[in-house]
């Protein structure tokens, strides 16, 4: 049995605990590979960089809105892919050889599995530590419909490899991956439709936020809400998936089914229950709040702890656990405020706080608004007509509760809201700060100077388009 002073299982979070604790300490780094984690190989970054091409052919094709007149001679699907695949290999073999060179630490590019309490089987070697680190992620849930084995189907762990663009796609679901992909591809070109089980995309954001972009979606691909898959089955070339809809029966045919119906975690791979690990209802690895599991030394972070499935939550896990495992008779409490997310569709979608939904059901009493982009001068001078900002406060201090966002940049305006919050900031924050005129941040700022109390309508907003 080989012995370290820390194990650390996954390549992705997991790495920022090894480089902070690597000080003359023996650490073993465990991934089955490619380095680097699902956000670096199969999730955020490879996804953003294939809809940057998408956002590009839906910029030309709204060309005409702003008098120029230009047309898109065809579309290089093997370059669009390869420059993503690329990059994105590169970057893994880089951290791989990266932790290879150390001196302190150890690689094993296999799978592991607990056998016991602090100690694992990798390949051929078993390896024991005191201190253990579980960051060994998520993978995308494969539900059990009648037929799904029998056909070939994608998932996000594959969708952004495709040797040749799909000529129609069924994808099923209706969160942030459904939607992502269902903009790259259906923008450039492949038929889509999105069968949703939920009454609107986007069910776990703002109500209005996700009747809006269910609203937009359905302008460009069709949308099935409320839906249920009955069964799945081959079709000649095709993926035929019978579906039932508040309208009735239907059978969809496509040449690419992509299955994004959310994450489970890894817990079951590495076997967690052999090393005494404790798990939730969900699979999900249970923590304390500065991220120690039940055993004492076995410590978790990122996807597997299921409190974020996000990559910037797992970042920031990694840093208070790194200095928990430094000074456990220091340690500090993980701090979630003002988590924010961002949603790369077209339109984008970012959010952070609660939802006006969860306020009601909390029972805090609260201020909201809507403010729309194109009653601010850049918001009509992109034109884009279909874009807000809600806001929400505490009726009585004026605390910032949430902030959600559909339009164009949503996902750069969320940070100056997530900023405010996670400093526990006032309203006035926002609103007595000065903004460039006449830049898109001031459909922010107006949103939080309109609030007013839930079901009233507030006053028409001034038309400042030309101050």
Known sequence: MQEFDIIVVGSGSGLEVSAAVDHGRRVAVIDVGPFGGTCLNRGCIPSKMLIHSADLMEQIRGAHHFGIDVQVRGIDWETMVRRVSESVDTDARAIE???????????????ARFIDK?????????????????????RPQVPEIPGLA????????????LERQPRSMVVLGGGATAVEFA????TLGTEVTVVQRGHRLLSREDDAV?????EVYSRRVRVLTDSAVRSVRRDGNSVAVEVSSPDGDHTLSAEALLVALGRVPNTDVLATDRGGVAL????????????????????????????????HSANLEAAYAAHNILYPDEKIAVDYNAMPQAIFSSPQVASVGLTERAARERGRPYLVSEYRYDDTAFGAAVEDHDGFV???????????LGCHIVGTDATVLIQEAALAMRMRAKVEAITGAIYAHPAL???VQRAFGSLHEPEQSPAAPPNRLKE
């Open 97 to 111: 050889q990266g932790n290879r060179q150390s001196p302190n630490v150890t690689v094993f590019k296999d799978a």
């Open 118 to 138: 602090k100690v694992l089987t990798v390949g051929d070697s078993t390896i024991h530590a005191e201190t253990i680190v579980i960051a060994a992620g998520s």
């Open 150 to 161: 029998g056909v070939p189907y994608l998932t996000s762990d594959d969708a952004m490899r």
């Open 183 to 186: 903009h790259f591809f259906g």
């Open 210 to 214: 996700g009747d809006r972009l269910t």
């Open 280 to 311: 939730d209802a969900q699979g999900f690895v249970r923590t304390d709040e500065y991220l120690e599991t039940n055993v004492p030394g076995v410590w978790a972070l990122g996807d597997i702890v299921g409190k974020y499935l996000l990559k």
């Open 390 to 400: 809600k806001a929400l406060a505490d009726a009585k201090t004026r605390e910032i």
């Open 441 to 443: 941040p001031e459909v």
